[in-house]
């Protein structure tokens, strides 16, 4: 088994969409970044990264590259996953937690589960993501930014030659 954790936050503004989890939130402001900046993506994407001992996502989609401008981020987590996947590890299960004073995001937590179990291939049952203010302390308190932690658990399931599908 190997364990990898994910930290990532972006800055709130106008004009940009909030996408959390692949899942596109109504609000007045959205994050800001080089790709679509699905915050708790990223933060999963690095878990997994780190568990598999390859670095960030910033080495693997750097953002000096046009190629990535607007990128779907589940696009990279499922490319993340295709690279676990050939080091011979799936999802034993995943912990995350967004931290955004607002908007409320509870009602779209399953379907943020939904879309992520989807693009790694593993159950619902295997993922977790939580949400959580910080009592209106610091940046994300302020409303200038998201942040959100991810803790990925990965048990292997070959040798790392074999392909595997999952
Ligand atoms: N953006 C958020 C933040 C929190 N929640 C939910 O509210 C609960 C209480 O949050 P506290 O920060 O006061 O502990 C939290 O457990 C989440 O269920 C949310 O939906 N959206
Ligand atoms: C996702 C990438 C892709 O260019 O860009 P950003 O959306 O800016 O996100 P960040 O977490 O700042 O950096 C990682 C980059 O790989």
């Known amino acids: 088994m190997r364990i990898g954790h994910g930290y990532d936050v972006h800055r709130l503004v106008e004009g940009r969409k909030l996408i959390l989890g692949g899942v596109d939130i109504p609000h ?44 779907d981020s589940i696009k990279l987590l499922e490319h993340v996953m295709s690279l676990a996947r050939q ?15 607002r908007p409320k995001l509870a009602p779209h937590i399953g379907h943020m589960c939904a879309n992520i179990a989807t693009a790694l291939g593993c159950y619902e049952g295997e993922v977790n993501v939580k949400a959580t203010t910080t009592e209106e302390l610091g940046f994300a308190g302020r409303g200038e930014g998201i942040a959100a932690y991810a803790v990925a658990l990965l048990v292997r399931i070959s040798s790392p030659s074999e392909t595997v599908l999952h």
């Open 87 to 101: 080091k011979g590890y799936r999802i034993g299960n995943l912990d995350a937690t967004i931290v955004a004073q």
């Open 28 to 71: 007045t402001l959205g994050l800001l970044g080089h790709s679509d900046a699905d915050v708790l993506l990223h933060a999963i994407s690095d878990a997994i990264l780190g568990a598999i001992g390859e670095g960030d996502i910033g080495k693997h989609f750097p953002d000096t590259d046009p190629k990535y401008q607007g990128a």
